[in-house]
């Protein structure tokens, strides 16, 4: 039973792996041909979307134990770029060429790629520390980016097209519009919240690696 949880386990984080790869290739592909961060959605957009549609699985697997992170913080993640990216960013065309896309996309897709390949690499023994040492450290700089001037600041560039097209009134009982409001006042406690527990995992996991070394 072990080996074929482990097996799963490799499957799916290699894939995603791969998948967030090709991801980031086309980003740095068509920025590199085209000089301008204005095609990153148009190049990655909807292979983005499948990929962060797919992790839900991440949450299955916590919520049945088969990994040990637990449902809790894996929802709160897979929840808000969902939302970012399928009610916002995939509905509204007009903030698809924002530099903001470019820069949550290029943060995620780096970030992803070095945190599934360090998974699927656990899953069959243990990664090389060069990896495991970015799986914990490359947040630091890319999870503020892909927060701050990306998803936040592209999610206020989208009010005024919410507002003006009174976006989902036909599908809720609230004004969407302040509920984007409201989601941008209380993302920075969101976002704290899931930086300092990557902080702790980043003293717990590095080291008990400089432990091992000394040994």
């Avoid at 920025?31 to 301008?36: E, K, M, N, P, R």
């Avoid at 913080?73 to 924002?98: C, D, K, N, Y």
């Avoid at 009982?173 to 006042?185: A, D, R, T």
């Avoid at 993302?187 to 990557?198: E, Q, S």
Wanted: net charge positive; with cysteine; charged share 15%.
């Amino acid at each position: 039973m072990a080996k074929l949880k482990n097996l799963y386990l490799f499957s799916y984080n290699s894939l995603q792996f791969l998948g967030w790869t090709v991801a980031l290739f086309r980003i740095l592909s068509n920025f590199i041909s085209t000089q301008s961060v204005t095609g990153t959605y148009a190049s990655a957009g909807e292979l983005i979307c499948l990929l962060q549609c797919c992790a839900f699985l991440e949450v299955v697997h916590g919520a049945i134990g088969i990994v040990p992170s637990g449902a809790v913080l894996p929802l709160m993640q897979w929840s808000g770029r969902t939302h970012f990216l399928l009610a916002i960013v995939r509905r509204i065309v007009e903030v698809q060429e924002s530099p903001s896309v470019f820069m949550t996309f290029l943060a995620w897709s780096l970030s992803e790629v070095i945190r599934y390949s360090h998974y699927a690499l656990s899953c069959i023994g243990s990664p090389p520390y060069f990896i495991t040492y970015l799986r914990y450290t490359a947040f630091i700089l890319l999870y503020p980016v892909g927060i701050g001037p990306g998803e936040m600041w592209l999610m206020y560039q989208a009010l005024p097209f919410i507002k003006k097209r009174n976006l989902y009134a036909d599908s809720l009982p609230f004004s969407y519009c302040n509920f984007v409001k409201v989601l941008l006042l209380v993302y920075p406690f969101l976002w704290l919240n899931l930086y300092l527990h990557l902080f702790k995992q980043r003293r717990s996991k590095l080291g008990k690696h400089q432990k091992t070394k000394k040994i």
